[in-house]
């Protein structure tokens, strides 16, 4: 059995966008993610017109019935860079993802103030063993 166009439905709306803050481990994790480059996020992608290209679920609806004070409180959205989760094209250079993950801001800023020590204190230990 095959599928055409017309059986292929978008996923269904996320209508509660749930914006909470995320566990402590699980924001090191992410800042951790970042730097060793596990993750792709929309602050990767200079032009902001791409980034439903990029995130298909944003480009096929999902946030089309999440209210408009959720959407606002979004810091970033990232998915993971796995073959599973991956088109095998690109747009512009960005890989495509099949699914999408959202980040609130305070979180946002929080991953990326942990992504820049954990990047300085690697740059940090690599001068040091480089000039013993």
Same mark, same amino acid.
């Given at each position: =059995?095959?599928?055409?166009?017309?059986?292929?439905?978008? +996923?269904? +709306?996320?209508?509660?966008?749930? =914006?909470?803050?995320? +566990?402590?481990?699980?924001?090191?994790?992410?800042?951790?993610?970042?730097?060793?480059?596990?993750?792709?996020?929309?602050?990767?992608?200079?032009?902001?017109?791409?980034? +439903?290209? &990029?995130? =298909?679920?944003?480009?096929?609806?999902?946030?089309?019935?999440?209210?408009?004070?959720?959407?606002?409180?979004?810091?970033?959205?990232?998915?993971?860079?796995?073959?599973?989760?991956?088109?095998?094209?690109?747009?512009?250079?960005?890989?495509?993802?099949?699914? &999408?993950?959202?980040?609130?801001?305070?979180?946002?800023?929080?991953?990326?103030?942990?992504?820049?020590?954990?990047?300085?204190?690697?740059?940090?230990?690599?001068?040091?063993?480089?000039?013993?």
């Amino acid at each position: =059995m095959s599928l055409d166009a017309h059986d292929v439905k978008p +996923p269904e +709306p996320w209508e509660n966008l749930s =914006m909470e803050d995320l +566990p402590k481990a699980l924001v090191n994790q992410l800042a951790i993610d970042l730097v060793d480059d596990k993750i792709y996020t929309d602050l990767h992608i200079e032009d902001p017109s791409l980034i +439903p290209s &990029v995130f =298909m679920p944003i480009a096929l609806g999902a946030l089309a019935n999440v209210r408009e004070e959720d959407v606002k409180r979004i810091g970033f959205c990232y998915s993971r860079i796995e073959n599973r989760n991956m088109a095998p094209r690109s747009i512009n250079g960005h890989p495509i993802f099949w699914s &999408v993950a959202f980040v609130n801001k305070d979180d946002a800023k929080k991953i990326l103030a942990t992504a820049e020590k954990i990047r300085d204190a690697r740059k940090k230990a690599e001068e040091e063993a480089l000039s013993e």
